[in-house]
């Protein structure tokens, strides 16, 4: 398994406004994953963060909205830019790892813009 | 898009079975039926997975049916804490690169 840890756990933030989102895990992986969860809705992949590699967008995100930097094998930003209401939700970072291939999640972040 | 089709909720005695049903009829010869919950507030939570026979862990049983278009997730003695979301998803293999893609889901109550 491995366990992620995400900072901030959550913000409050004022519209226009941008918040990067850090992600650490206790190993070394190649693939880590963001998501987003809005309110009372199932988890939707913004992207793939393969580290050495741009991050591979979902349809429907873009970098400029939401850019990622992967440095190395256990750490990843993802950044909300130019915030609005609507990007009120919980940001999770996923890493896959083991024998498997399992994905494994970190404790969110929950992000509210006012 | 998710390919599976589950129940929105469910209710489940303490101490009982839970089965959770999950139809998956257009799954395809390379993907995998992975289960996660989701405990309120928390971020998802890996259970089981299979690809054609049945799993066990020390968390959950999956059934696969024999033409892989549909599964049952059981979680043999229900508790209180087992409350949450639980989903289903298909995800091709990880040599091709499968994405972990979310559903709906299921929502379990288990009640006192």
């Known amino acids: 398994s491995a366990v992620i840890s995400q900072k901030p756990s959550r913000d409050i933030c004022q519209r226009g406004t941008s918040l990067t989102i850090q992600c650490q895990v206790d190993s070394q992986v190649t693939m880590m994953f963001w998501y987003r969860q809005q309110p009372g809705q199932s988890l939707t992949l913004i992207a793939t963060a393969n580290q050495g590699s741009e991050a591979t967008y979902e349809s429907g995100f873009v970098i400029d909205k939401f850019p990622i930097s992967r440095p190395n094998l256990t750490f990843s930003t993802l950044t909300v830019s130019n915030m609005s209401p609507e990007d009120s939700s919980i940001y999770l970072c996923?890493?896959?790892?083991?024998?498997?291939?399992?994905?494994?999640f970190g404790p969110g972040t929950r992000l509210t813009v006012t | 898009d998710a390919k599976t089709t589950q129940p929105p909720s469910m209710d489940c005695a303490e101490g009982r079975a839970a089965n959770l049903p999950c139809n998956h009829s257009t799954i395809s010869g390379n993907e995998y039926v992975y289960w996660y919950r989701q405990i309120h507030s928390q971020g998802p939570q890996y259970i089981i997975h299979?690809?054609?026979n049945n799993e066990t862990n020390e968390m959950a049983s999956l059934i696969i049916t024999e033409d892989r278009k549909s599964s049952t997730l059981i979680l043999p003695h229900a508790t209180l804490r087992d409350t949450a979301v639980y989903y289903c998803?298909?995800?091709?293999?990880?040599?091709?690169?499968?994405?972990?893609?979310f559903g709906q889901g299921t929502e379990l109550s288990v009640k006192p």
């Open positions: 998803i298909v995800r091709e293999d990880q040599s091709l690169g499968g994405k972990l893609i």
């Open positions: 996923s890493v896959r790892t083991g024998a498997h291939y399992e994905q494994y």
């Open positions: 299979g690809l054609k």
